[in-house]
């Protein structure tokens, strides 16, 4: 579970004895990441996937009603509810729908229909449009709400939705967006810290030492990675390619978020180099760096102790394997000699 960087942010504010520190925040974003990549064990960051095609693809996702939404059913996306009334108890018009969505207030929509079109969200919904369809199987009306990412691309994909009880959810985010291999080359996400494995349908495709084409790399299923772009052979892809890598959380702020856990490392981390521009300064002595240089590295320690610490599941496994490795002796001659016989 990674938290929001806010808390930690306010822990040394508190420790500091600063009221206003607004005007470091760029600053402390900056060295909180750093201190999550210093600290590095196997749950700091989050494993991903990210799919590309040739083709991109928008993100999607259903809600179905049994019948039409009754007065006070609401739907909720990326946790700003909207809901629906009678359109028999008309109270104000589309405009005002329009204006509540932007502001994130809890609003009611005149009906289902009221909803579409309405694509002028802000951040938090942004581009998210719904069309509304109305079917009818035997002799039960469905009212069926598709909700739909405009901008193609793998982002609609972490878009939650939630609905009352009377509208059933295919899923409960969107899923269904890719972004685009395009040119034999396509873009790494921008919170990428580690490069796992790169697929295509069943084969995995390995990396290559070399930047530059020859006639010898033209015909192998290769890559290599130029900044935040990765290129490949010639080779063109009829499948889709699913890249793993490990991502940095981000809040809806756009702050990295921090590990539950790391959360005192992390802040001493940042007091500690917010006080190495008071010592470069000659403004405090240099014990208290030194002071802090050293319960941020046993901090750091402890805090990838934790988190590489085996569960008792784990442990068990190690323990069967350990045990496998131990040779097998034998007491009966010429193989036993006291010591380590096999």
């Known amino acids: ?30 060295w909180a990441f750093e201190a999550e990549q210093y600290i590095g064990s196997n749950k700091t960051f989050l494993e991903k996937e990210i799919t590309y095609s040739d083709t991109t693809a928008a993100a999607s996702a259903t809600i179905t009603w049994t019948a039409n939404p009754s007065h006070n059913s609401w739907i909720s996306i990326n946790d700003t509810k909207i809901f629906f009334r009678d359109s028999n108890k008309i109270i104000g018009d589309a405009s005002d729908t329009e204006q509540a969505i932007k502001s994130h207030a809890k609003f009611t929509i005149l009906n289902l229909l009221d909803v579409i079109n309405q694509s002028n969200f802000d951040n938090t919904i942004s581009n998210i449009t719904a069309t509304s369809d109305f079917a009818t199987t035997g002799d039960d009306n469905h009212a069926v709400l598709t909700l739909t990412y405009n901008i193609k691309g793998d982002i609609g994909n972490h878009v939650k939705i939630d609905s009352s009880g009377e509208g059933k959810l295919s899923k ?3 899923t269904g967006g890719k972004e685009r291999y395009h040119t034999n080359q396509l873009r790494l996400p921008d919170n990428m810290v580690k490069m796992l494995s790169v697929r295509v349908g069943d084969n995995i495709i390995t990396p290559t030492s070399s930047k530059y084409k020859s006639k010898v790399a033209d015909t192998l299923d290769r890559y290599y990675i130029n900044g935040n ?75 990838r102790g934790n988190d590489n610490m085996p569960n008792s599941a784990e442990l068990l496994k190690i323990g069967k394997l350990w045990n496998s490795k131990i040779p097998i002796t034998s007491h009966n001659a010429p193989f036993y000699d006291g010591l380590n016989s096999y």
């Open 1 to 30: 579970m990674h938290i929001s960087v806010n808390r930690v942010f306010n822990n040394v504010a508190r420790n500091l004895g600063l009221h206003n520190w607004i005007e470091n925040i760029d600053s402390w974003a900056e």
């Open 172 to 174: 409960d985010t969107l």
């Open 229 to 303: 772009r990765m290129n490949f052979a010639s080779t063109t892809y009829k499948d889709d390619i699913v890249v793993t890598y490990l991502a940095v959380p981000m809040s809806p702020e756009g702050w990295p978020m921090v590990r539950q856990g790391h959360e005192e490392a992390v802040a001493t981390y940042i007091m500690w180099k917010y006080k190495m521009i008071d010592y470069y300064a000659a403004k405090v002595p240099q014990y208290i760096v030194k002071d802090l240089e050293r319960r941020w590295y046993w901090l750091c320690s402890q805090a």
